[in-house]
Nanobody
Framework: VQIVESGGGLVQAGGSLRLSCATSGFAFEDYAIGWFRQAPGKEREGVSC????????LYADSVKGRFTISSDNAKNTVYLQMNSLKPEDTAVYYC????????????????????????WGQGTQVTVSS
């Protein structure tokens, strides 16, 4: 199994970045893919999640209206388009995958239970300057 994040970098407040999460080694369409972030001294925080079977999406309140998650099943890749970035978005962004458990549990676990995830990438740094 491989999960590789890319697209992070340094951007000014108000700018945009597009993160990619390229996966291999598991049945992509049977999994949900989530983006989490972790800033220094803080716990890992769920940002957004997508279920690859029906493209049901979840967003943290802090990113709703600014971030958009999407999935390309042909490429086994999930994207996170981040617009109107703020300094508080600065963090290492991690991509993870967990076997889709059904809609109710998916909505319960997708952003709040990172320990339920089966696979993780190494992360990509996003830094937003003010």
């Amino acid at each position: 199994v491989q999960i590789v994040e890319s697209g992070g970098g340094l951007v000014q407040a108000g700018g945009s970045l597009r993160l990619s999460c390229a996966t291999s080694g598991f049945a992509f369409e049977d999994y949900a893919i989530g983006w989490f972030r972790q800033a220094p001294g803080k716990e890992r925080e769920g940002v957004s999640c997508i279920n690859n079977s029906d493209e049901d999406t979840l967003y943290a309140d802090s990113v709703k209206g600014r971030f958009t998650i999407s999935s390309d099943n042909a490429k086994n890749t999930v994207y996170l388009q981040m617009n109107s970035l703020k300094p508080e978005d600065t963090a290492v962004y991690y991509c993870g995958a967990f076997y889709y458990p059904g809609p109710t549990t998916y909505r319960e676990y997708g952003l709040r239970h990172p320990h339920e995830y089966d696979y993780w990438g190494q992360g990509t740094q996003v830094t937003v300057s003010s």
